[in-house]
């Protein structure tokens, strides 16, 4: 990887991060309609996670959040994107994969290892419903890094989590919440002092539906 060292060199080759106010750290977000293959398909479907997709509204369609994704997904596709990566995490302790889009190839999955095996003392939770692409990196690869959780979300509202020894997602509106129910719509919104989303330990968090 290039050697960056600043951030100001950094942005050139991956963009701005996202800064959720929910969250306790960055995350990256690129466009989800068009970096989400699984999610594209599920969207169409009526009472799938993503026919309410939440990064294809409201203040994700501002014509300034669009052009900052579209940006950050051709960055991706740069040869230094994965080095300014690891400049732009820097030291801090938590990081979110994925505020809007998702894995829209194996290859930009090999470069997120890579950015999360070079920030060992970041704590990275990836969201996703590109399942094939884990599958994949797990058979060829072996475990993912340590610092990494990645959960495996539901297809549908009031759906069973998938199948599988890595943890899950899910999300609930009508039934009762399956495992740990995200309590962060008790908090104006905001994860505050919990970080039970980055704990691999858990095995499903059911978040509710808005």
């Given at each position: ?140 690869n072996g475990p993912l890094p340590a610092n990494l959780t990645v959960r495996m979300g539901a297809a549908m509202i009031d759906g069973k989590p998938p199948i599988t020894t890595l943890p899950t997602s899910s999300v609930h509106k009508e039934n009762q919440p399956i495992g740990v129910e995200c309590g962060a719509y008790k908090r104006n ?22």
């Amino acid at each position: 990887m290039k050697n960056i060292t600043t951030k100001k060199q950094a942005v050139q080759y991956s963009g701005t991060l996202s800064n959720p106010s929910k969250m306790p750290g960055k995350s990256w977000g690129i466009e989800a309609r068009a970096t989400c293959p699984a999610g594209a398909k599920l969207a169409k479907i009526p009472g799938s996670v993503c026919s309410k997709c939440y990064a294809a509204k409201g203040q994700y369609q501002f014509i300034n959040v669009k052009n900052a994704h579209n940006v950050r997904l051709e960055k991706t596709k740069g040869p230094h994107w994965a080095s300014a990566m690891v400049t732009m995490i820097g030291s801090d302790r938590y990081f979110r994969w994925h505020d809007s889009g998702d894995l829209y190839s194996y290859k930009y999955l090999l470069k997120i290892i890579q950015v999360i095996k070079a920030t060992p003392g970041t704590n990275h939770w990836m969201p996703t419903h590109q399942h094939n692409f884990i599958k994949r990196y797990i058979r060829e690869n072996g475990p993912l890094p340590a610092n990494l959780t990645v959960r495996m979300g539901a297809a549908m509202i009031d759906g069973k989590p998938p199948i599988t020894t890595l943890p899950t997602s899910s999300v609930h509106k009508e039934n009762q919440p399956i495992g740990v129910e995200c309590g962060a719509y008790k908090r104006n919104g905001e994860c505050g002092s919990c970080r039970k989303c980055w704990n691999a330990s858990i095995k499903n968090i059911s978040y509710p539906q808005h």
